[in-house]
């Protein structure tokens, strides 16, 4: 019977980092690991995981800055470094997962024997144990744009929480089998700081778990977080080809233009020209796994896509892979 999957526990924290470059801290970790930062308060204990996805290095910068600052917690702060092998792939920070295996924030739900579902279920088994009073699961965006959160609540509590990071919030239904639908102690919320290559997603994840760190108590802080509520997944079709060009190609199924990331958050109003489509309709394109409501939001014209209605996009990407494996975008309908 092979052995539970367990986390390499780093209790000091500091020595860990000291002088060390993101890449050198990265390596030195050996694998999936618990960092503690012993707080001033250690009855009690807040959570963070990050790098959940390798190409996602926002959340370990931020860790490393707080480390060599030796900053100490109002709480004890517990740190998951999830996806260590991907990121340490070359080239580094470039893997969202290692090529053959499954989106490690896809494997939180039942199933699998994978692992991927081994790491999952040890990252819960982890924080169920460790009882804390919030988890913040902390990303970078899959294309450039502004920071957000996501939570299934968006009660004041989760309100709370997120706005150490950010004053936007997602409140979405949709259940994906992430970190940020699983039932702690308290509440979850995920954090996009922004995109991966945008200097300010590093300073959001810095500032953002700086604040967390060091509120005695997050639950009194005066936050303004504005609410939007239930988007929608557009997704492609399994077989269907994407590409981000500034005209149509025969030989791809749906194209994409390429600076389709500026309309991140933007107000995007009805009719405006998102790309080009092959087959002259929404064939190539699923909602949710609901194909029949795509005509309500999305419409084509001598292959061109637009949209219908007025929207707001988010998490755009223009990264062929995760727009294959994941989705293109998330949007809500803007009902002005």
């Not at 492609?236 to 233009?257: F, K, M, N, W």
Request: proline share 5%; with cysteine.
């Amino acid at each position: 019977m092979t052995e539970p999957l367990t986390l390499h526990h780093i209790t000091d924290v500091y020595s860990a980092a000291r002088k060390r470059s993101l890449e050198g801290f990265l390596l030195s970790l050996g694998g999936p690991s618990l960092l503690t930062f012993l707080g001033l308060d250690s009855s009690r204990c807040r959570v963070v995981v990050t790098l959940l996805h390798g190409n996602e290095p926002s959340g370990l910068r931020a860790v490393l800055a707080l480390a060599q600052e030796r900053l100490i917690p109002a709480v004890t702060c517990h740190v998951i470094i999830a996806s260590t092998a991907a990121a340490a792939t070359r080239p580094r920070f470039s893997h969202r997962m290692l090529p053959g295996q499954e989106d490690l924030n896809r494997c939180f739900g039942p199933g699998g024997e994978s692992a991927q579902f081994q790491l999952a279920g040890a990252i819960k088994a982890c924080i169920a144990k460790l009882n804390p009073e919030c988890v913040v699961d902390l990303h970078n965006t899959s294309g450039s744009g502004p920071d957000f959160s996501v939570s299934i609540s968006g009660d004041n509590a989760h309100q709370a929480l997120a706005s150490c990071f950010t004053s936007r919030m997602i409140v979405t239904d949709l259940r994906l089998g992430s970190l940020m639908e699983q039932s702690f102690s308290g509440p979850v919320v995920t954090i996009e700081a922004g995109g991966a290559k945008d200097a300010l997603a590093d300073e959001t994840a810095v500032c953002g778990l700086r604040t967390l760190f060091t509120e005695p108590d997050i639950y009194a802080l005066k936050h303004r977080v504005e609410l939007l509520h239930y988007p929608r997944r557009l997704e492609l079709q399994p077989g269907s080809t994407i590409a981000y060009l500034d005209g149509p190609d025969s030989a791809t199924s749906v194209c994409l233009r390429t600076d389709i990331e500026s309309l991140n958050f933007g107000y995007t109003p009805a009719g405006t020209h998102l790309g080009w489509v092959r087959e002259n309709g929404l064939s190539d394109f699923r909602l949710d796994d609901r194909r029949a409501e795509l005509s309500s939001y999305f419409c084509v014209e001598d292959h061109c896509l637009f949209t219908a209605v007025p929207l707001q996009l988010f998490m755009v990407t223009t990264i062929a892979d995760i727009a294959r494996s994941d989705c293109l975008f998330y949007f809500i309908h803007e009902k002005r």
